[in-house]
């Protein structure tokens, strides 16, 4: 099929370009709808943004070549960085939903400021990313750079045992 310009297009040829001017924002409103009704991860949303892009080209009154290829390029884009956020996503509201803050029960902290040892005193520690006041239920003092395990939430601040060393 020959391209060409708006001016050289006969009637059959703009009613088909006026065609897909609707098609595309037709997928565009399905994908985005489709997206909303199905939890996931972002994955109709990329289509979407796909058939988004070519809908603003088809009524730029770019070619059928163009508005396919800027659907393609679009939801390459939009798979490239919505679905690795939509994964982030889901994985961290998983987290949050079902465990809340007891979720760092179990693992492992680094001491970034010593625990004194005595009822309610506090050093600071370092699970994953995030720090915490912690206390230990240990009547010794852990130092700065130990590991510790996390055995409790109390509040704002995490209990903490001194790792068992096994030789």
Known sequence: MP?????????????VAETWRWIWLAATVLLAAGEL???GT????????????ATVVAFADASLLV???????GSAVGLALLVPLGRRLA???TDEAIEGASRWVGRVAEVLEEIPAGPHATGRVR????EWRAESDDDRPIPAGA???????????LVVAPLVQHD
């Not at 590991?147 to 601040?157: S, Y």
Request: hydrophobic share 55%.
């Open 67 to 73: 508005q396919w290829v800027g659907f393609l390029v």
């Open 42 to 53: 972002f994955f109709l949303l990329s289509f979407a943004l796909g058939a988004a892009v």
């Open 91 to 93: 994985r961290a509201e």
């Open 147 to 157: 590991h510790v395990e996390v055995i409790a939430v109390r509040g704002t601040r």
């Open 3 to 15: 391209v060409y310009g708006p001016a050289e297009r006969t009637p059959e040829v703009r009613l």
């Open 127 to 130: 699970v994953e990313r995030d």
């Open 37 to 39: 009704a199905v939890p």
